[in-house]
């Protein structure tokens, strides 16, 4: 199994709900919350899907290098 990680900026401020293709039996709830909520979650085990832990912990080892390359 692998998986891919991607970092894109995007304005998600009016972003909720639920996503993704009916015909693919896809059922994408959002949240949109800060980064810092994000990591304290994930420290707490409320977030506990194995994926999003590697991608919050990735953007939080990288993030002064990703905020750089957004400038």
């Known amino acids: 199994m692998s ?3 991607f970092c894109a900026r995007v304005d998600a401020a009016a972003l909720g709900g639920l996503h993704g293709l009916e015909a693919e039996g896809e059922d994408i709830k959002v949240h ?3 980064l810092e ?3 304290k ?3 707490e085990g409320v977030i506990d899907n194995a994926g999003t832990i590697i991608a919050l912990q990735w953007l939080q080892l990288n993030l002064d ?3 750089q ?3």
């Open 65 to 67: 290098k990703v905020l």
């Open 41 to 43: 979650l994930v420290a």
């Open 32 to 34: 949109v919350i800060p």
């Open 69 to 71: 390359n957004w400038q």
């Open 37 to 39: 909520e994000a990591i």
């Open 3 to 5: 998986m891919l990680i």
